[in-house]
């Protein structure tokens, strides 16, 4: 299970945006046990015909 914590925006310009996102995720793995973890996410978007689009998505690790 996951849940959005925080969104940020980190850049903008006209043509992109990079925005960071720190989710949370919690559950069960049977060869691990239970897990609750922070997991930060970059994504770019870049504005195409009057709307953002995702170009692309790089993970930055857990805190």
Do not use: C, K
Not at 21 to 33: I, K, M
Not at 37 to 44: D, H, I, L, Q, S
């Amino acid at each position: 299970m996951s849940r959005l914590d925080e969104v940020a925006v980190v850049s903008e310009t006209q043509e992109t945006a990079r925005i960071e996102a720190l989710w949370f995720s919690y559950g069960h793995e049977p060869e691990s046990g239970y897990y609750d973890v922070f997991e930060r996410t970059a994504f770019v978007l870049v504005r195409l015909h009057g709307g953002w689009r995702l170009h692309s998505e790089e993970f930055l690790g857990y805190e």
